[in-house]
């Protein structure tokens, strides 16, 4: 299993930035479709970020344009800039690692594909809190 810890959280007002990281073991990025996810009390956990091994990368309506994900496989680090915050992004963000393939109703799928299935992910960092304020 990938081990996985996320960093960076904190408080910021609105219409500020916050840069999160997520450190992995090694050869993570040549093996997993890694994405970010992120749940705020009482929703569900909303995938809203990914990148695959070849480095394709989309984003969930909520974050795009604000958001980036990025990655730097000489360090193992999964980034995730997040600019122009707003009172809804306040949740704990999770980055998580998948295969790049799962099997469903007898169909093979691509783990990096919106929406996000946050249950085809097998490992996850304990998250980091994101607050913005008014």
């Known amino acids: 299993q990938v081990h996985l810890v996320e960093s960076g959280g904190g408080s910021v007002k609105s219409g500020g930035s916050l840069l999160l990281a997520c450190e992995s073991s090694e050869y993570t990025y040549r093996r997993h479709c890694m994405a970010w996810f992120r749940q705020a009390p009482g929703n569900e956990r909303e995938g809203i970020a990914f990148?695959?091994?070849?480095?394709?990368?989309d984003y969930a309506d909520s974050v795009k344009g604000r958001f980036t994900i990025s990655q730097d496989n000489t360090k193992n680090t999964l980034f995730l800039q997040m600019n122009n915050l707003n009172m809804e992004d306040t949740a704990i963000y999770y980055c998580a690692a998948g295969s790049r393939r799962y099997s469903s109703g007898g169909r093979l799928h691509t783990t990096c594909s919106l929406p996000l299935d946050a249950e085809v992910f097998g490992s996850w960092g304990p998250g980091t809190q994101v607050t913005v304020s008014p």
């Open positions: 990148i695959d091994r070849e480095g394709e990368l």
